[in-house]
């Protein structure tokens, strides 16, 4: 929750391996799972887990919709949700297999995308903003102006991460559109707008962690927990919240339809609903997650994070983004192709 991260890892020592009772494959986001969890989660089970990497919804989805991947998991953002569910690539969720589904928070059961969480269970939940460092540049970092125009401080020095519908909608919001909008004027200024500051951009690119820390990005459309562990190894970076509008999303996990390991996948699943495996997630990527009484396993310093609390003047600029028609979303994918040319 977002260097090309395509990479199969095993996150089991040969110890553990030596009485693994089975296995289970998981396709997530890059650099957004908890090693620690993982581990503690073979410990008690004896469950080798194999994670694999995308980097956008884009990515996973046409992954999956190809067949044949081997996965058992995956972990969409809320918009693509319905897809997956339409498509036919998900399983409805058996609760019965799953004890702690009353772990969920109240606010997160009946969610617009998955009412009464048929089919996922929340992993993490934030928001799409930019982060700055502020040695580079010490403007107002409250706007999406920093990558649809950028400034000269930072021109050849952002990044904007490869994830479209978070990159349309925060330009759609920055022209005064709505999420979804099929306003040909609208997104014509958008396209316009957008291929005029691409020369200005250092890269397209989702491993933003470690090169907002180390100052190879000046700045960078990110997502709030990607930024908040860039600002503890770099107090220089700061999270801007655009006012013209921003995305929130909320990834969950989800059984894929053609799973061969479904019973691994259920106690995974349930493990995941406990309040301190839960935080043990948020711990590691640094954003909040959807269980109820994860809260005491929290760090401390996430309770206050700027990254984390939006402040109260912007935090009405901060909408999820529905599941677009796909005459809207044909549309995002024509800008977004010549974005990539």
């Known amino acids: 929750m977002r260097t090309l991260l395509v990479a199969t890892t095993a996150l089991v020592s040969s110890t553990i391996g030596a009485y693994a009772e089975g296995e ?11 090693p620690e969890m993982i581990e503690k989660f073979t410990a008690e089970t004896g469950i080798a887990v194999t994670i694999t990497d995308y980097d956008s919804n884009t990515t996973a989805l046409t992954k999956v ?44 059961k009946d969610v617009p995308w998955d009412q009464g969480r048929i089919h996922s269970v929340p992993w993490q939940w934030g928001s799409v903003g930019i982060a700055v460092n502020t040695s580079v540049y010490g403007g107002d970092v409250n706007t999406s102006e920093l990558f649809m125009d950028p400034p000269e401080e930072l021109v ?18 920055n022209q005064g559109g709505e999420a979804c909008t099929e306003d040909l004027t609208l997104l014509k200024k958008v396209r316009d707008k957008m291929m005029a500051a691409k020369p200005k951009w250092l ?33 220089d970076i700061v999270y801007g919240y655009p006012k013209e509008g921003y995305p929130l999303f909320m990834d969950s996990v ?10 691994e996948a259920y106690q995974f699943i349930n493990f995941i609903l406990e309040p301190e495996n839960a935080a043990m997630i948020s711990s ?58």
Request: hydrophobic share 40%; with cysteine.
């Open 24 to 34: 289970l494959n998981l396709f997530n986001w890059g650099n957004y799972t908890s």
């Open 65 to 108: 919709e190809a067949g044949g991947s081997g996965f058992d998991l995956v972990v969409p953002s809320a918009n693509y949700i319905p897809v997956y569910v339409r498509k036919g690539l998900i399983a409805e969720l058996d609760h019965s297999k799953i004890p702690n589904i009353g772990n969920i928070a109240a606010e997160w």
């Open 156 to 173: 050849g020095k952002i990044n904007v991460v490869p994830e479209m519908t978070d990159v349309i909608n925060m330009a759609i919001f």
């Open 203 to 235: 890269s397209m690119d989702y491993g933003t962690t470690d090169k907002l820390s180390s100052g190879d990005y000046a700045a960078s459309v990110n997502w709030n927990g990607s930024t908040m562990r860039a600002r503890i190894n770099n107090p």
């Open 284 to 341: 590691f990527a640094r954003y909040a997650n959807g269980v109820a009484g994860s809260e005491e396993f929290m760090p401390e310093d996430m309770k206050t994070a700027p990254e984390i609390v939006a402040p109260a003047e912007l935090a009405a600029a901060g909408q999820f983004i529905p599941t677009c028609p796909q005459s809207a979303t044909d549309l995002y994918t024509a800008i977004w192709t010549e974005l990539l040319k």
């Open 254 to 263: 989800a059984l894929l339809s053609d799973a061969k390991n479904v019973d």
